[in-house]
């Protein structure tokens, strides 16, 4: 409703009306159908109940004022895809803004917008922004938002991603916006617990960019994650560049110190998805085109001290990855293991339009010198190492595909380790002294009089006595060498075709096979 008369010079575009201190109009909306907003979120549809709200414009300036009188309110929201498929259901949103516009230039203040479903709190979302109207004048804004959530992990846009019981999630960000763009976004995720009572460390990142007028972004990214006393830090920096089909990717991760099961927050959002199962997942159709059609550059790392747990860590973990339209590579990424061991990875990817079977893989690793106590108590804390001993190791793998999964699928190679010297653990400790079925046992006095040197067999007359010392030999057998060698075959068979222990009382040897089954996973 129109309250005063009002003329507008469309040179300076000043407002004049009769009374300045008078509400030029003044709209109420009674039950707006949402779909006549529906168009704004055109790649989707919108359901809802009416909007309802009230709101009036003065002269200001000479320019105009819009205030909210009674906040803008639609209940019972639901966004869905195209196809059908339900992002948001149920959702109660409140608004109150302020917007004002002169000669001089336009700001706009969104006070307030609140999201709820039922008794539960989605969002609050506060902003304001601004442009002068100053030649070339950017756009400023800035504006926070706080996300609880518990209850946004219920809606359906997030089925499939674990619970939490607690956590909110905070954004800050400002920036502005013309021919060259700044932004900067400050993330904190903090009070995480899961459904199954696990804390998560807290998340904090601060994003900074800058986009010039050919929409090159160089970016920097810091991430930190805190538990307890405890902090991994992360640092991500780069440029995004556009090409002619694509983009180009160079950039960086670095870190002092990063602990890997503070990443236990990804793989517990991640705990519920839905895994495909083996009949989802195929191996028909040829790729024409990589899938990494698009993206080229290169991705270096550096992390100083990369800790699996307080028992087992690598130092100096540096390596890069190159993409370019041909192929993928990884040059040969390194990582110390402790005292003069180190681990070395290289490998690449390579895609051949032209070729029945277009991608090809060939990787290789070495490792000398590694200690492996410190991984199996770390592996299983509180138990003493399985194998304890000095090794070295490397391998070979090979590939073709029509498609990635394909191409994993078809993986073939070889792994050998040796080692000379070190304990190797058959059996746990306490074994020894709880063995109590000496029923099948009878057989073993023979052999055990045959491997043990120094022992007759006589000795092993009583079968608790030859459980005894076989348990006893198995707990903890000091070896002078230890060699194994696999093979993953062309047809996907999975041999041991050796393994070697000698020692000045035992001596094992030992092979298998794995035959592979269509259809069935190698983990099956």
Same mark, same amino acid.
């Given at each position: ?121 989605? *969002?609050?979302?506060?902003?304001? /922004? $601004? ?7 950017? =756009?400023?804004?800035? !504006? %926070?938002? &706080? ?117 236990? *927050?990804?793989?517990?959002?991640? /705990? $519920? ?7 989802? =997942?195929?191996?028909? !159709? %040829?790729? &024409? ?117 394909? *191409? ?117």
């Amino acid at each position: 409703t129109a309250i005063q008369t009002f003329e507008i010079n469309t040179v300076t575009g000043e407002l004049k009306v009769a009374d300045p201190e008078a509400d030029l109009i003044e709209v109420n909306l009674l039950g707006l159908p949402v779909a006549w907003v529906a168009p704004l979120v055109s790649s989707h549809r919108l359901t809802g109940n009416r909007i309802n709200g009230k709101f009036s414009a003065n002269a200001r300036d000479g320019g105009v004022r819009a205030t909210m009188i009674e906040p803008l309110r639609v209940d019972g929201l639901s966004l869905y895809e195209k196809d059908g498929q339900l992002l948001f259901q149920g959702v109660n949103l409140q608004s109150d803004f302020t917007a004002e516009y002169t000669a001089r230039g336009w700001q706009a203040e969104v006070a307030s917008i609140e999201m709820n479903s039922a008794d539960d709190k989605l *969002l609050s979302l506060s902003m304001k /922004a $601004g442009q002068s109207a100053e030649k070339h004048a950017p =756009i400023i804004g800035t !504006g %926070r938002a &706080e996300i609880a959530l518990p209850a946004m992990l219920n809606q359906p846009l997030a089925e499939g991603v674990a619970r939490l019981q607690r956590g909110n999630l905070r954004l800050d960000f400002s920036g502005s916006w013309a021919e060259a763009r700044d932004l900067q976004v400050k993330l904190s995720l903090n009070n995480l617990m899961t459904e199954d009572n696990r804390q998560l460390p807290s998340i904090a990142a601060d994003l900074r960019a800058q986009i010039d007028a050919n929409l090159q972004t160089r970016f920097n990214l810091p991430i930190t994650c805190t538990r307890e006393a405890r902090i991994s830090d992360l640092v991500l920096q780069g440029t995004l560049a556009p090409k002619k089909a694509g983009l180009r990717v160079d950039a960086k991760l670095s870190g002092r110190e990063v602990w890997l099961d503070d990443l236990e *927050l990804l793989s517990a959002l991640a /705990a $519920g998805t839905t895994v495909a199962t083996q009949e989802e =997942i195929t191996f028909d !159709g %040829r790729d &024409e085109r990589p899938f990494w059609t698009g993206v080229s550059g290169e991705i270096e790392m550096a992390l100083q001290v990369l800790h699996y747990t307080e028992e087992f860590e690598m130092r100096g973990v540096n390596g890069s990855i190159k993409i370019s339209d041909q192929g993928m590579a990884l040059e040969t990424l390194r990582a110390g293991l402790g005292g003069e061991s180190a681990l070395n990875l290289q490998g690449k990817v390579d895609f051949d339009p032209v070729a029945p079977e277009p991608y090809t893989l060939a990787a290789d690793m070495t490792m000398n010198d590694f200690v492996t106590g410190p991984l199996f108590r770390a592996l299983s804390p509180g138990n003493l190492p399985q194998v304890d001993g000095v090794f070295s190791a490397k391998s070979q793998i090979s590939s073709s595909g029509q498609n990635a999964m394909d *191409l994993m699928r078809r993986t073939q190679g070889d792994l050998q380790l040796k080692s000379t010297g070190g304990v190797f653990r058959v059996l746990p400790p306490s074994t020894a002294t709880k063995v109590e079925n000496t029923g099948r046992i009878a057989a073993w006095g023979a052999f055990i009089g045959n491997v043990v040197g120094g022992k007759d067999s006589e000795a092993f007359a009583s079968k608790a006595q030859a459980v005894a010392e076989l348990s006893k030999i198995l707990t903890a057998i000091n070896y002078d060498q230890l060699n194994v060698s696999v093979h993953r075959l062309e047809n996907f068979n999975t041999v041991l075709e050796d393994f070697s222990l000698i020692s000045p009382e035992v001596r094992l040897t030992g092979g298998g096979k794995i035959t592979a089954r269509e259809g069935v996973d190698f983990f099956q």
